[in-house]
Each structure stands twice: as structure tokens, then as C-alpha cells.
């Protein structure tokens, strides 16, 4: 397998971080925590709701992937915070990046808040359409890797890619265990997006490439296999009736939500068989609600909020926060194949156009 | 040249000429239009010295080329069963027609996935019944099952637009060819077809330019067969990198707007000016045909459309809107209460009647408009102001969203209105225009000059010319455009997504929110409602235009009935 020693070194310090994280996480809430983690939190939460309040900024517009996935959780926030409601608009990449542009260029914004993938929020950034923000409670809540040395972002939920099953389709014993398995012909017709895309494909494979778990010649093993479309998203009811048998790149959030309203399906939670991919938050520069956001930014790290993450069906990054017990464990999929932040993924993602997009054309 | 005129020419450059132009130049740049960089050739070699872009164009060919041939048969038709036969079942065929393109492509294809899926499809299970469980006769991820439901769905949009050129058909010119000795089949494609061809080119025009552009269908049902197409290529360039790669996704709509030259200049040159006029001040009729024993094979062809067109889809959308999710056989209300309480939704029905109606007139207002100025106008005027409110058309939805985006923010007063509800309603209304001025142009041509002449030789100015005597003529046309326009005004999801708030959605925008959040049986239940919401609002139309008509019918003198324009104006 292609394995670097940078890749190597990633690894270890990943591997190292992701330990960290899951001792806290098998820690386990504390007994007395507060929906805040601390005192000091809630007091600084409750001082920018107040100016929040005096600035008569009553709501919170956010844009990203999940925006309107976690509802339930602004709800939580209106309640906690009356008086400031939250609406989302779930766009991502390009559309966002081009929405975003057009209110700093128009002088009429209307967000507040990116929560998207990490290369979305520091493309942004990058753009210079992003305030330096880290909110009062970051250190107390994140692991210090979780937190932009820029001030750019913070890291805050994490979630899988990974292999999307109909269980009527393939029975348990005939599951992919490694992702050499994924070449044998029986999994001919698997359904992903484009691997060099910069979608769920993508962000697995470079994943997968960086940890030493695919090269160029799985890659194009791979491919006769494979059946590439745009985008996977219109292919979940496929997946569902048992027309597809698997996506096996994608993400945990749609098993987790599909799994709830009754879908036959599964996701191999094989250590290795899964890259962990990190989502984070960012305010807008001189956004419409300036203190509103930073607060939304302080509260979604709170236990109150990060532990109820996983009924939205993905990981929250706080430590201390928990996730249900059926659930991959995010220690050991870290460990196989380590999560990474924007400057490693960039590196990574070049290598694997180097690497990859010969060996599958 | 009247004075307003070239006030007319600099708006139409503004809003049509000046977005698309500036995205085009930027093929020849990198980076997002407006932001200075430098020449290049490089991004416009690279589309088109690649293999694939190749690839592309064939199949969007294939698809254009079929899908417009046997749509705009299929529409045209059922648009000559309703305009000029006495065949049963007839009244039903609008009410369908409107419904079906009303059916946003996206729900359209998820519905004839659901179908035609080999492990539980509607369509396949009676086959498997019979067959054994392994039989699947229907497929909609192929060419064949993307073409016909291709054709299914684009047979709605011909028949919306060449209805009005069908009944302003001329019964008069039929008889004169019948009492020549001719059959009415020999009438049909002698007198007929040849007086209908300016509107059948017009729609043919749109079909295929919509065709090449068409994303939806192509890439949720083609993409699991492997069929690639401009607008699917004209996504991933804008999607597969960041920032996105406006300058390949121009160079790949320059295939677009070089076929609209073509099918334009085709256009043009076959025909000209008041070859076709069927409406004149003379002995105006339009009577039926009744088909005989024909009539009940063409009752039996609507029951067939309105059966694979609606209902069988219908079915599906509605049996998904109740799913937990979409494939899950159990059944629950849930998706229903979810949208209904959701305070967003009721705000998205305002914003996208508003959005749809007023969109849907404006355009075709300025369309009437423009189409009069050019009858009048030089040769060369009226070939470009029938060119530029075409222009629009030759960049797919998303394309000419961020056109028009970036070229609004540069104009001062305009950018102000950027995150409002009314820079929504500008953008709608160039894009809904090309589709009005195909509408419209098909009425005016069927004019005869006669009935303005008329009317200027009594004395009447331009302005009332067109108010009194174009517009009441065109009263069906337009009213048929306003239609067509504020529906397809209803489903448009690029413009909304960028140029309203998202505090203020219209229906696709939130439905899109539901969809690429995984939530598409919650966007199947807001469709459902919106649909049974346009239901409710044609009907009322239908039966206040009936009620309009009955207390017509008993006043002396009114009407269009036999050509008359009014009691003020005599032209018989």
C-alpha cells in the first residue's frame, strides 16, 4: 500500500488526538455537569445574549450541509435563548461560496454563520469573508486541534464515510471486512459520486490514501466495480427499495437518519473501512447579527448541545460529550484512519489527483 | 424610429444582454466574473480539446434532438384535439397538461425511479407477477426510460405554448381547401401545418435549447446509465472545484447559444414576415373537426398520456409524501404536520405566487411588447430584439443565476436591492422572458396588419392600437403565456436559491432544503401541497373565465368570437 512517512507521522499525531478525545468521551458526562459545562460558560454565554438582546438581533442565519438537518437542535437553542430564532439554508461549496460573495460585494448580508466542512470554511476564509472568532468557552469545551491556530474556525461535529448498505441485499457474512474486499466482483455496481470531486468520495479516498490504506492500484482495481454518477443524493430511496445494494462511500448522518424512519439498511463500522471527516464554524465578516452568532458559536460546543448531535447522527468533538453505544467507535476509526484539518487534507488531496486521477481515467 | 425605442434597446441590453455577455467574456478569464484577472485561451482549449466534452455533446444531441421531436408531435397533437376537434375527454387535456409541467423535474424523476424500480416498481411488479421475481420490463435509468419521460414531461410544455397558435387558427382557409377537393388529411398537412409552422419552430426552438440545458432529469435518471450531457459536465465544472469553474461552464454553454444561432437564423430565413397570418378582420371561424370514428382512439390516447404523464407519477409522489422515507412501505401523515408547522412555509406559498404571477406577467408584458416595437421596427431591429429576449436561454438555470447576480450587483441602486424579494422578481423575469416571447411572437404572426391598419386609420395612436386592438387579439396568447410562465415561474429554484433571503424561500427553495438534507419525502408533501394548490387556482380561473364568458355571450356586440375587436373599433 502507498504509505508516506508524512502520512505515517499524521497518522501517529492523529492517532494520539483521537485517543485523547475518546478517553474524554468514555468518560462520560459529568455527573453535575450543567447544559453549559461550567459556570463560567453559561456566564459568558448569558452576558452575549444580553447584548444580543440590546443590539435586537432575533435571529441567526446559518448556511451549510446540515443546516436544516439540525433543527431540532435550534429549537433547543430558541428555548435556551428566547427571543433569537435560527434558520438555516442548506447549501455548501460553490453556491455558498458564490451566495456568500454576492451579500460582502452587495453590502446587504444576511448570514451569519458558515457550519460546513472544514475546506469550505477556510475557502471562505481564505476569500477574507470570515471573521477571526474562537468563542470564550473553546479551550474549556475542545481539544486544542479543534481550534483554528488562525482563529479562522473551530471544529465542532465531526461525522463517517463510509460503506451504505441494503441488509436484504447483502446478508452480514457477505460484508466487505477491509477495503481490498470492496474489489472482488461481487460488489460490482456500487454507486459513488466522483472521486475527485471534492464530495464524499473524495474526502474518503484521500483519507484513506494519506493513512496507507488504498494506492493507485486499488484505485484501479477499484473501478470496473464502481458505477459514477454527479451526486449520490437523488439514490438514498434506491438504496432503500434494495435497486442499489450500496453506496459505499458516504455518510453515516443519511445510514443514522435512514435507519430511523425504518430503512433496511446498514453501515460497516470495520475500523478502516471509514474516514472521519471534521465540520466546524465560522462567522461571516460584519455579519447582521454579530453577537447572536457568537453565541450560537459558544453554544453549540455546550454539552447541552454537543450531546444531542448524535440524534442528528453525527459525533460531537466536545469532550466529555457522548454518542449511543450501537455506534461506531469514533477512537478506533480515528486510529485506522485519522481525521484531518484543512492544511494535511489540502496536501493530501493533491496527492491523491497525483496519485489517482490517471490510475481511474 | 419612435422615441421609445432606443429607451427599449438599453433596458434589454441591461437585463438580458449585458449578464450573459459579461459571463461569456469570462470564458476567455479565469476566476468569478467581475474579479480582475488576466486573458487566457487556456479554460475554452481545454473544454473543447477534451474527449468528454465530446462525449456530452452527443448525448445531449440525442436528447435534444429526440426528446423535441416526439414532445412536440405529442403536443401538438393534443394541442389540435382540444383547439379543433370535437373529441371526448378534450377538457380534461389542459388541466393535465398544467399539472405535469407543473411537476418539477426533480420529484418527476424521483417518482419515475420509484416506478420503474426492478425490486418493488409499480410499473415492474405486475411483470413480476407473471414473470417470476427477476422481471423488470421498465427502466427509467436507461435512454430509452430517459427520453420517454423526457418526452412525457416536455409534451406538457409544447402543448401550453402552441394551444393559443391553434386557436387562432383560421377554420375559413381549411373550408376553402375542403370545398377544393381536398381530404381533410391532405387540409391538415397542406393548410394546417405550413400556417401553424412560425409557432411550431418557436416551440421547437425552446424544446431543444431547453433539452440541451435540461439537468434534472439527465443527471438523476442518466446518471445511474451512464449518460453524460452538457449540463451535466456544466455541474461538475461548477461544483468539482473551488472556487467554481465559471469560465468552463461558459465555454460549455457556447454550444447552447451556437445551436439557438442556427435554429434563429433557420428561423429567419424560412419565415418571414406575415406569411402566416391566421387571424384577419375577414370572416374569422373557428369550428371543429369531429373525427368520426377517430374520436375514440384519440380519447383513448389522452386517457393513455394523463394515465404514464400524471396519474402513475401522481400516485408514487403522493405514496412518497407519506413515507417515512422515500421507499419505506409504512404510511403516516408525519411529512405533512412537519411542513405545516413549519412557520417558513406558509411565508414560501406568498413569496412563490407572488414571485410566479407577477414574474410570469412582467414578462410577458415586455414580451408583447417587444414583439410589437420589432413587427413595426427595420428588418434589422426586429431580428435583434427577437434575438436578445432569447438570450437568456442559452445558459442553464444556474449559470444564468451567478450571470445575472454578479452583473445586478455592479449596477448601483440595483445591488441595494440584492436580499430583497424584488431583485427575485427582476431575475425571474428575464428568465421566464424567453420562454413569453416564443408564446407571444407565435400570436403576433398570426396577426393580420389589416386590423391595426384599421385601427391607425381611425385616428388611434400606437399606445392604443396596441392596448385595444394587439392585446384583446392576443387576450388567449397571453393569457396562455401568463400561465405557462408563472407556473414554470413557480418551479424555479436556481434564481430564488440566490437572490432571495433565506428568510424568505419560495417553494423550491425550501424543497430543495428538504431534499439535500435527506428529507425528500417532506419535499414530495410541500409538492404535493403546492400542486394541489395550482389545481385549486386553475380551476377557479377555469370557472371564472367560464362564468366571464357565459354573461358575454348574453351582451350584444362583445367578444372575439368572430373577429370583431371591440365595439369601438369596426374592422369587418
Redesign the interface.
Known amino acids: 500500500m502507498f504509505t508516506t512517512t508524512k502520512a505515517k507521522q499524521r497518522m501517529r499525531r492523529w492517532r494520539a488526538a483521537a485517543l485523547v478525545l475518546v478517553a474524554a468521551t468514555l468518560a462520560g458526562p459529568a455527573a453535575a455537569q450543567s447544559w453549559g459545562g461550567s459556570a463560567a460558560s453559561e456566564t459568558s454565554m448569558m452576558a452575549l445574549y444580553d447584548k444580543a438582546k440590546a443590539a435586537g438581533e432575533q435571529q441567526i442565519v446559518i448556511y451549510g450541509p446540515f443546516s436544516v438537518t439540525f433543527k431540532p437542535l435550534w429549537d433547543t437553542f430558541s428555548k435556551r435563548f428566547p427571543g433569537i430564532t435560527v434558520v438555516g439554508t442548506p447549501i455548501s461549496g460553490s453556491a455558498m461560496i458564490a451566495k456568500v460573495d454576492a451579500e460582502v460585494r452587495s453590502g446587504q448580508r444576511t448570514v451569519d454563520i458558515i457550519m460546513s466542512g472544514i475546506t469550505d470554511i477556510v475557502s471562505a476564509a481564505d476569500l477574507g469573508r470570515t471573521e477571526l472568532y474562537a468563542p470564550p468557552n473553546a479551550h474549556e469545551a475542545l481539544l486544542p486541534e479543534y481550534i483554528d491556530g488562525k482563529g479562522r474556525f473551530v471544529a465542532n461535529y465531526a461525522g463517517l464515510v463510509g460503506f451504505l448498505y441494503n441488509t436484504d441485499k447483502i446478508a452480514e457474512k457477505d460484508l466487505p471486512k477491509t477495503l481490498k474486499d470492496l474489489l472482488d466482483p461481487r460488489f460490482k455496481g456500487m454507486v459513488v459520486d466522483d472521486p475527485f470531486s471534492g464530495m464524499l468520495t473524495s474526502i474518503a479516498w484521500t483519507q484513506y490514501l494519506s493513512a496507507g490504506k488504498i494506492d493507485a492500484a486499488w484505485i484501479k482495481a477499484i473501478k470496473p466495480n464502481l458505477t459514477v454518477v454527479p451526486t449520490t443524493a437523488p439514490y438514498f430511496a434506491n438504496v432503500t427499495t434494495g435497486a442499489i445494494s450500496s453506496l459505499p462511500f458516504n455518510s453515516f448522518n443519511r445510514y443514522v437518519n435512514l435507519k430511523k424512519s425504518g430503512a433496511k439498511v446498514g453501515f460497516v463500522t470495520t475500523p478502516g473501512m471509514s474516514a472521519p471527516s471534521l465540520n466546524g464554524m465560522t462567522i461571516i465578516k460584519s455579519p447582521p447579527h454579530a453577537r447572536a452568532a457568537e453565541l450560537m458559536m459558544a453554544w453549540f460546543i455546550t454539552p447541552e448541545a454537543q450531546n444531542a448531535l448524535s440524534a442528528q447522527g453525527s459525533y460531537p468533538l466536545a469532550r466529555g460529550a457522548t454518542v449511543p453505544s450501537d455506534w461506531p467507535v469514533f477512537k478506533d476509526i480515528s486510529a485506522a484512519v485519522p481525521a484531518m484539518l484543512p492544511d494535511a487534507f489540502q496536501k493530501a488531496r493533491a496527492e491523491l489527483e497525483k496519485v489517482g486521477r490517471e490510475a481511474f481515467r | 424610429m419612435h422615441a421609445g425605442v432606443p429607451v427599449l434597446l438599453v433596458l434589454l441590453a441591461l437585463l438580458f444582454v449585458w449578464p450573459v455577455v459579461s459571463l461569456l467574456v469570462g470564458m476567455f478569464r479565469g476566476g468569478?466574473p467581475?474579479e480582475p484577472t488576466g486573458w487566457t485561451l487556456q479554460i475554452v482549449a481545454g473544454v473543447f480539446g477534451d474527449p468528454d466534452t465530446w462525449l456530452a455533446v452527443e448525448g445531449s444531441m440525442i436528447y435534444a434532438v429526440a426528446g423535441t421531436a416526439f414532445g412536440v408531435l405529442l403536443g401538438a397533437f393534443f394541442a389540435f384535439l382540444v383547439a379543433r376537434t370535437t373529441v371526448p375527454l378534450t377538457t380534461w387535456v389542459t388541466p393535465v397538461m398544467l399539472l405535469v409541467f407543473a411537476a418539477p423535474h426533480?420529484m418527476y424523476?424521483?417518482a419515475w425511479?420509484?416506478l420503474t424500480?426492478?425490486?418493488?416498481?409499480l410499473l415492474n411488479r405486475p411483470a413480476q407477477w407473471i414473470a417470476g421475481p427477476g422481471a423488470a420490463p421498465f427502466n427509467a435509468y436507461s435512454w430509452t426510460g430517459l427520453v420517454t419521460i423526457h418526452v412525457l414531461k416536455l409534451a406538457a410544455f409544447c402543448y401550453l405554448m402552441l394551444l393559443p397558435a391553434f386557436q387562432a387558427m383560421n377554420r375559413a382557409f381549411e373550408e376553402a381547401s375542403l370545398i377544393s377537393g381536398a381530404g381533410r388529411l391532405q387540409t391538415f398537412f397542406r393548410i394546417d401545418l405550413p400556417l401553424l409552422t412560425p409557432a411550431l419552430f418557436g416551440v421547437v426552438i425552446l424544446s431543444v435549447v431547453l433539452s440541451l440545458g435540461a439537468f434534472d432529469l439527465p443527471?438523476?435518471l442518466g446518471?445511474?446509465a451512464?449518460i453524460n450531457v452538457i449540463s451535466?459536465r456544466i455541474?461538475?465544472a461548477?461544483?468539482?472545484?473551488?472556487?467554481?469553474d465559471y469560465a468552463a461552464a461558459s465555454s460549455l454553454s457556447l454550444i447552447m447559444m451556437v445551436c439557438l444561432v442556427v435554429l434563429l437564423a433557420v428561423q429567419w430565413r424560412l419565415f418571414g414576415r406575415d406569411r402566416f397570418v391566421t387571424v384577419t378582420g375577414k370572416g374569422y371561424r373557428e369550428d371543429r373537426w369531429d373525427l368520426g370514428r377517430w374520436s375514440g382512439v384519440c380519447s383513448a390516447a389522452i386517457v393513455v398520456y394523463a394515465l404514464f404523464a400524471l396519474v402513475l407519477p401522481g400516485v408514487q409522489l403522493v405514496s412518497?409524501s407519506l413515507?417515512?422515507?422515500?421507499?419505506?412501505n409504512?404510511y403516516t401523515l408525519q411529512n405533512y404536520r412537519t411542513i405545516l408547522v413549519d412557520p417558513?412555509v406558509s411565508k414560501a406559498f406568498g413569496i412563490t405566487a407572488l414571485l410566479a404571477l407577477l414574474g410570469g406577467l412582467f414578462a410577458v408584458l415586455l414580451a408583447a411588447v417587444v414583439a410589437y416595437v420589432g413587427r413595426y421596427a427595420p428588418r434589422w431591429l426586429e431580428i435583434v430584439l427577437d434575438s436578445v429576449g432569447l438570450v437568456p436561454i442559452v445558459m442553464p438555470g444556474?449559470v444564468l443565476a451567478?450571470a445575472l447576480?454578479?452583473a445586478y450587483?455592479s449596477i448601483p441602486g440595483l445591488?441595494?436591492?440584492?436580499?430583497?424579494f424584488w431583485l427575485a422578481l427582476v431575475g425571474i423575469v428575464v428568465f421566464l422572458t424567453p420562454a413569453a416571447s416564443r408564446i407571444v411572437r407565435g400570436g403576433i404572426a398570426q396577426l393580420a396588419r389589416e386590423l391595426e391598419e384599421a385601427a391607425r386609420v381611425s385616428g388611434a395612436s400606437h399606445a392604443r392600437v396596441f392596448a385595444d386592438v394587439v392585446m384583446r387579439l392576443l387576450a388567449r396568447t397571453l393569457l396562455a403565456g401568463w400561465l405557462v410562465t408563472a407556473v414554470i415561474g413557480a418551479g424555479t429554484l436556481d434564481l430564488p436559491?440566490?437572490l432571495l433571503?433565506?428568510?424568505m424561500?419560495n417553494v423550491s427553495v425550501l424543497a430543495?432544503?428538504?431534499?439535500?438534507?435527506?428529507?425528500?419525502s417532506e419535499a414530495c408533501a410541500l409538492f404535493m401541497v403546492l400542486i394541489a394548490a395550482i389545481f385549486a387556482v386553475g380551476m377557479a380561473a377555469a370557472v371564472a373565465l367560464r362564468l366571464m364568458r357565459g354573461a358575454r355571450s348574453t351582451a350584444p356586440g362583445g367578444g372575439l368570437a368572430n373577429g370583431t375587436v371591440g365595439r369601438s373599433i369596426p374592422v369587418q
Open positions: 468569478s467581475g426533480v424523476a424521483l425511479g420509484l424500480d426492478p425490486i418493488g416498481g443527471q438523476i446518471g445511474l451512464g451535466t455541474f461538475k461548477l461544483n468539482f472545484s473551488m472556487p467554481p412518497t413515507q417515512p422515507t422515500a421507499g419505506v409504512v417558513l444556474v451567478v447576480l454578479w450587483l445591488s441595494a436591492l440584492y436580499g430583497t436559491l440566490l433571503p433565506p428568510t424561500p430543495y432544503s428538504y431534499i439535500s438534507s435527506g428529507q425528500p
